[in-house]
């Protein structure tokens, strides 16, 4: 009695390290795709992040997709496949996500030309008045002639 | 007015414009990438009947509208009664996706309701809802003779959209 009662203490535990070895190798996997597919439903949300029922729905479905032996890039294809380049937080670059990416440099190049010209003009020696200006200058400037 | 002033204004009208077109979009209504593409094939247990079953299959060599909807989802009912008349002028068959709902919580609604569906066929775990691309519940297909989607409205199908872009499109679709 006594042993049994030790054994089926044991059991569950002995259960659970079996299960330990690939479960959270699988659960990290899933995370990591579920954190790059964003929530069509609460769009500021990542799948993962997300608890509305499509995001349950869709990391079940990476969780299967997983298991049964794809890999990354097969289950993110799956998912573009069917709600378009809009779930990957890292879209491909193409024509039409363009902007998207090349955006930031493109305000970066933009940036640095309009500083390099306010630098320039700042630097510019103050143009030399001729005699004739600088006597019209002072004549203007009610300072009389020098 | 001074080159600068020039320069400040353009770059303040660019703006407007830019928020005025960027505010304006529906963030929600994300283009569908199956438009265009062949609608993924199914067969799934009818609604009414759980031992018969609806394949897309059928449909082929006529123009038909996909209609996926719930008991429990609230802008189902703001787009019933569209779905109703349009069943009534019998323009273009409506096939339901009863999408991740209860068989008695359908059937109670049709009931309370009306039924504006050719059939209606379930999906209570919502697979085929992702192979559609489902992502707000009703979202409408519109599905050529060879089996192509060739448009998808995202969200209820109100008198307008149905009167400007899916009858047009549905008799367009019918003679070609």
Known sequence: MNRL??????????????????????????????????????QNQSIAESNADLAVDLRRQIREQLKEGRSERDVLDFMVQRYGDFVLYRPPLKASTFLLWGGPFLLLV???????????????????LSEAERARAAALLGTGKE | ??????????????LVMLLAVGLTLNPREVPSPLVGKAAPPFELPLLRDPDKTFT???RLGSVWLLNVWASWCVSCREEHPVLLELAKTGAVPVYGLNYKDRREDGLR????????????????QGRIGIDYGVYGVPETYVIDKRGVIRYKQIGPVTREVLAQKILPLVGQLSRE
């Open chain 1, 5 to 42: 009662f030790w054994v089926l203490l044991v059991v569950p535990f002995l259960a659970g390290r079996g299960l330990a070895d690939n479960q959270p190798d699988l659960d990290q996997r899933v995370a990591a795709i579920a954190a790059e597919l964003r929530c069509l439903v609460c």
């Open chain 2, 1 to 14: 007015m001074s080159a600068r002033a020039l320069w400040v204004l353009g770059i303040f009208i660019a």
């Open chain 2, 109 to 124: 609604w049709l009931a309370a309701y009306g039924d504006p569906y050719h059939l209606s066929v379930v999906d209570p």
């Open chain 2, 56 to 58: 897309t299959k059928e």
């Open chain 1, 110 to 128: 933009l940036g640095i030309f309009l500083l390099a010209r306010k630098i320039r003009s700042v630097r510019r020696p103050a143009p030399q």
